[in-house]
């Protein structure tokens, strides 16, 4: 489980760029700033995914194509809540998410990436409820652990699924600084994808 063999297959602008159903789909999607091309760097083992310098000007969906056991998808969804977006720009990232997500036959699972120091925000839980309400099956994955000290994360981790995130399993907590979870969520995939 140590390294993959990955390669990034396509980038999506619009759904007509989307690659062809067959292979499933992990799909990452959080706020912009969560992590998320940090965890995907930590999770493919190189820097095949963009650790951004503006946080929110990714406007695409990335697929890579991930050579395991089971063969799978990982697809960057593009991260929403950046403050300084307009109204226009929120639109055209739902509409092309949706676009994914209604109709995508080969998504298995979403991941939804929140940064453990601030739980779930506003539109973090606009989110869940909105996959939920298509019955996409989704975990949530915890990032920037090593910001919190190890004694106060079980306390916090707790305080946030009694809050009531959404979460087909227990919460993962991850570190991309110090890789933290990375091979938990590796083996998450391996046996969730083997189901
Ligand atoms: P994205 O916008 O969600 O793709 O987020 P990035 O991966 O670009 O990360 C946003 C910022 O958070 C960057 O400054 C990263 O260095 C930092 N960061 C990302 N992951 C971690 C982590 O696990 N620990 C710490 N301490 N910082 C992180």
């Not at 940064?115 to 973090?124: A, M, Q, V």
């Not at 910001?147 to 981790?157: S, T």
Request: hydrophobic fraction near 40%.
């Amino acid at each position: 489980m140590s390294s993959w063999k990955t390669s990034l297959l396509c980038t999506a602008f619009e759904p007509r760029q989307f690659p062809p159903e067959g292979f499933p789909e992990i799909a990452i999607a959080g706020r912009s700033n969560v992590g998320k091309s940090s965890l995907l760097n930590a999770l493919i083992g190189q820097k095949t995914a963009h650790v951004s310098s503006k946080p929110g000007k990714t406007r695409s969906i990335n697929f890579f194509r991930v050579e395991t056991e089971i063969p799978f998808h990982l697809v960057d969804l593009p991260g929403y809540g950046f403050a300084s977006r307009s109204k226009t720009e929120q639109e055209v990232w739902k509409r092309l998410i949706e676009r994914y997500l209604v109709n995508r036959e080969s998504l298995a699972l979403i991941v939804h990436l929140v940064d453990f120091r601030h739980g779930l925000l506003k539109n973090d839980r606009e989110l869940q409820d909105w996959v939920s309400s298509m019955e996409i099956p989704m975990l949530t994955v915890f990032t920037k652990i090593d910001k919190i000290a190890r004694g106060k994360r079980k306390g916090e981790l707790v305080k946030y699924v009694k809050s009531g995130l959404k979460s087909i399993d227990m919460p993962i907590l991850t570190s991309a600084e110090d890789k933290t979870g990375i091979d938990e969520l590796r083996g998450f995939f391996g046996s969730y994808l083997a189901e």
